[in-house]
Every structure is written in structure tokens, then in C-alpha cells.
């Protein structure tokens, strides 16, 4: 220590390398601890005594796995520690860079400065914010005995394991290698049946933990810091929207569009209304979201297939639904339709300030939208982008949202505008919020159904889907036929039109 509470470089770079030194001393303790669990002996005990042996097993990994996130923990903290020595390094240096270059650069030596410091800075918040977020995710799943789940399976396995390497025939080595053998195998067809029963409990604990990050302000920063990273790297580029005539071939289009559109009669067993040119022409809550899975297929990832219905009603008055499409691309480097993880990454950090609701926005106005009422609606982000949109509506009048697995719990939609939200139990990206949604909204959870013809219970793997949802919607008759809804869509006696906006992302 030097003057109370100063530490200078040196003191905190011996700091640095001893706990670097600690983890080299410790770090060879991991593979020789972790090891004992596959010890000859100890095996060979495995098939004499199989008690014994898992408990064994279970004392050896718990030792292995503790040692390693004590490793890992003590490894943050030199890299936090590191860094933040290099945080005032590079300041030093950068002053000293800007002093010898007073007269000569000087705006060219504090841009230096900057961009040396922002790195490292950024790197750092990186590094802390990601081990927030594990802790948080190691936390629920313990606090919800998602951990416990895994280690009954594992164990599970590994009894299976010793019975088919007890009924086995050969030496005692071959007998280890057939154990060995059918614990992996075990233990991946016992975790891909007991799926299904885990899938609530797994969304649980994500929502639970950004839950947790969201409390402690750390989602945000979360969101900051990973779309800051990617755009060191050229990623998350959302750029502007721009309208298209003919994105693609029109014999192209027509053919995604049949073909979407037979695939959600098939799977939803409805049947639905569409116009001369095979536009689904929504009734119901149910054959909206069949629209959406419509509008995406026709999309794709080579545009945005924006829709939007004009209805006018046996009251006389006209409505106009806006229906957005979904993420069609989950690579991080922006490409020409935007919607794609780009968009959602920037949905949920900065709301409707993205290429999507911009051309949404620019679609409405395109369609002579003014003062009367509208409905908002999507799937996915198509949701996400409706509920951005609801809260900062740009004078629109607003009136209705109806969105399908979509984390828009957050959102700060006035309570002028009545929300309907379906969210399965087993959707993982309709938990990504972290908060569950306001009471005054609509919102229908629950199991996710099975479609026609599937023979298979649905998991996290496969829950999040527009035709799914529009199942969903037809087993709640009270929603899916709610007059308020309704009255948006081309149900009888109302007048419905559809007309798409094709738009791509221009950089």
C-alpha cells in the first residue's frame, strides 16, 4: 500500500501474478482430481459394487467440479484485474502520447486516447456483465432444482450403464469401455425423454435469472456492451429500411405463398379465408398467427414482408391490422431483410429505434393510416417490434396488440392499449424479458400444443412457432374470438383488403 488507499502499478501487477501463480499451482489439481473418476480401481469397484461406485463418482466429480469453478472465479478476477490495470496503462500512456504531440496532432492523440481506453473499458464490462450472468443462471437452476434434475439423470444413466457392462461379456477392461459407452449413450436418451417434463422448469430458470440481471440493471448494460462488441467486430449494423417492388421472382413469391399456406391448413386442420391471390385473410386470433407464419415463409431472408389489412366494418368504420414478420436470420452480421437478430438485439435494448419499426412506421404511412384505429400484431419479433412500436406509437392511434411468443413484458405500452400475449411455458424466447407480463394485459400461457399430424410432445427445441401458437389460440375460444379483436378482421360482414410491403435494409 502506498499513501493509505493509492495503489500504483507495481503493487497491483504483483496482485496480478499471484493469482496467475495460484492458478498455475492449481490448475494441474483439476484434471488429476477429475481423474480419479475414471481410475481403474475405482471402475473396477463400479462392477462389483454399483452403490458404492455412483457415490464414489458423485463425491469425485462434485471435488472436480468445485476446484474448477473456484479456477474459473480466481481466472476472472486476474483478467478483471488485468484489465483494469491496462485501463490506466493505456491512460498513461495516451497522456503521455497527447504531451509529445501537443503542437502537432493534437485532436489526432485524444482520438487515440479514446478509442485505447473504450476498448479496454468495454472489454472489462464485458467480462464482468458475462459472469453476472452466469451466476445468475447457475443460481436458478439450483434454486429451482433444475441441478438436482440433471444429476437424477446422470445418475440414472450410469445405473443403466453398469447393468448393460455387468450382462456384457469379455475381460474386465472391455466390460469398462461398454460402461463408459452406454453412460454417454444413456444419459442423451434419458435427457431427450425427460425434456419435455424439464422444458417449463428450464424456461423458468431463464426467465428467473434476467429477472434477476433486469433488478440489478445489468440487462441493459447486457444488451449495451454486447451490441457495443459487435460493432467493433462490423455485427448488429441495423442501418435503414427501403421499400422493394419485386424482391423476388413473383412466380417465386406466389409459390412460397401456397406453400405456407397449405402447410397451416395441414397443421392447424383449419379452414381459411384468403383473397384472390392466396393472402390469408384472418377471421380469428387463431388465422392471424397462421398469417404470420404466411408472411414470414413468403419473406424469408430475402425481404420483410410487412402486411397490413384495411377492414371496414358493418359499423361503417375502418381499421387497418398491421401484422410484422418475424427473425428470419440468427446471424449476427446485418444482411438485407431486417428482420433478423440484428433487429431483435436491438428491439430489446433500445425499442422501436430499428430498420423494422421504421419501415413499419413507413408502411403505415404508405397505407394512408391517419387517426383511426389500428391493431399491432406479430410473431416473435414481429412482437417484440408491435409492442415497441404500441409504446412509442408516433401519434397513431393504437388500439389493440395481439402478439405471439414475444418478450415485450417491459415494454411501457400505454394502458389505452389492450394486449393480448400467448406465451407457452416452453418457449424460451418468449421468457427472454425476464418479467412476467402486467395484469391488466391479456396473456394465455400454458403447455405448448401438439399440430396435426405430430407425434411428439413439443419441447423448448420446437415450441416456438406461428402455426403452434395459432393452435394455441384455437384451444382459447374466449381470445380467439374476442370482439375486439375481431372487429379488425375479416370476419362476416366486414370488408377486408391485404396489401405487403416488401422492404430490405440499406447500409
Given at each position: ?147 438436482n434434475d440433471i444429476a437424477g ?169 398491421v401484422q410484422i414478420p418475424s ?20 428491439a430489446m435494448r433500445y425499442g ?156
Amino acid at each position: 500500500m502506498v499513501d493509505g488507499l493509492k495503489v500504483d502499478f507495481a503493487e497491483i501487477d504483483r496482485m496480478v501474478t499471484g493469482l496467475t501463480n495460484l492458478n498455475a499451482y492449481a490448475l494441474p489439481l483439476v484434471p488429476k482430481v477429475g481423474a480419479l473418476s475414471a481410475d481403474g480401481d475405482l471402475l473396477a469397484s463400479a462392477i462389483l459394487s454399483p452403490g458404492t461406485a455412483i457415490a464414489a463418482e458423485g463425491a469425485v466429480l462434485s471435488a472436480s467440479a468445485q476446484l474448477g469453478v473456484t479456477m474459473v472465479t480466481t481466472e476472472a478476477l486476474v483478467v478483471i484485474t488485468a484489465s483494469i490495470v491496462k485501463v490506466y496503462e493505456a491512460a498513461e500512456t495516451a497522456i503521455a502520447a497527447a504531451a509529445a504531440a501537443i503542437e502537432a496532432k493534437v485532436a489526432e492523440a485524444v482520438a487515440v486516447t479514446a478509442r485505447v481506453v473504450t476498448d479496454v473499458v468495454l472489454g472489462v464490462q464485458t467480462v464482468v456483465y458475462t459472469v453476472t450472468a452466469v451466476t445468475a443462471i447457475v443460481k436458478q437452476a439450483i434454486d429451482t432444482g433444475l441441478v438436482n434434475d440433471i444429476a437424477g439423470i446422470a445418475g440414472q444413466s450410469m445405473q443403466q450403464a453398469l447393468t448393460t457392462a455387468l450382462q456384457s461379456d469379455g475381460t474386465l477392461a472391455q466390460r469398462l469401455i461398454v460402461f463408459a459407452t452406454a453412460t454417454g449413450n444413456n444419459f442423451g436418451d434419458n435427457f431427450m425423454a425427460a425434456l419435455p417434463a424439464l422444458s417449463p422448469k428450464i424456461v423458468e430458470v431463464e426467465q428467473n435469472a434476467l429477472g434477476d440481471l433486469r433488478g440489478s440493471d445489468t440487462y441493459e448494460n447486457l444488451l449495451s456492451t454486447l451490441i457495443a462488441d459487435g460493432h467493433r467486430f462490423g455485427l448488429f449494423d441495423d442501418g435503414t429500411p427501403s421499400f422493394v417492388d419485386r424482391a423476388i421472382d413473383p412466380e417465386k413469391l406466389a409459390d412460397r405463398r401456397d406453400t405456407a399456406l397449405a402447410a397451416s391448413i395441414a397443421q392447424t386442420g383449419q379452414s381459411l379465408k384468403t383473397d384472390a391471390d392466396g393472402n390469408i385473410i384472418p377471421t380469428d386470433v387463431s388465422s392471424l398467427f397462421a398469417s404470420s407464419s404466411q408472411i414470414d415463409n413468403m419473406g424469408q431472408d430475402d425481404f420483410a414482408n410487412i402486411r397490413i389489412f384495411k377492414t371496414v366494418g358493418e359499423d361503417g368504420i375502418t381499421r387497418y391490422t398491421v401484422q410484422i414478420p418475424s427473425t428470419q436470420s440468427w446471424d449476427p452480421a446485418a444482411g438485407a431483410a431486417p428482420n433478423d437478430l440484428t433487429s431483435d438485439v436491438m428491439a430489446m435494448r433500445y425499442g422501436n429505434n430499428t430498420a423494422l419499426s421504421k419501415g413499419v412506421l413507413d408502411a403505415m404511412d404508405r397505407a394512408g393510416i391517419t387517426d383511426e384505429p389500428v391493431m399491432l400484431t406479430g410473431f416473435s419479433l414481429g412482437g417484440i417490434t408491435a409492442g415497441a412500436v404500441a409504446a412509442d406509437p408516433h401519434g397513431y392511434n393504437v388500439q389493440q396488440v395481439v402478439t405471439a411468443g414475444s418478450p415485450i413484458g417491459a415494454m411501457d405500452i400505454p394502458s389505452s392499449t389492450h394486449v393480448s400475449a400467448f406465451e407457452s411455458t416452453k418457449d424460451p424466447i418468449a421468457a427472454l424479458d425476464g418479467v412476467h407480463n402486467p395484469s391488466s394485459w391479456t396473456t394465455v400461457g400454458g403447455a405448448a400444443p401438439t399440430k396435426i399430424g405430430e407425434g411428439s410432445v413439443p419441447t423448448i427445441a420446437d415450441a416456438h412457432d406461428a402455426n403452434r401458437y395459432a393452435v394455441m389460440a384455437g384451444q382459447n375460444p374466449a381470445v380467439n374470438k374476442d370482439g375486439s379483436i375481431a372487429q379488425f378482421l375479416g370476419g362476416p360482414g366486414n370488408q377486408t383488403t391485404v396489401t405487403d410491403y416488401q422492404v430490405r435494409r440499406t447500409n
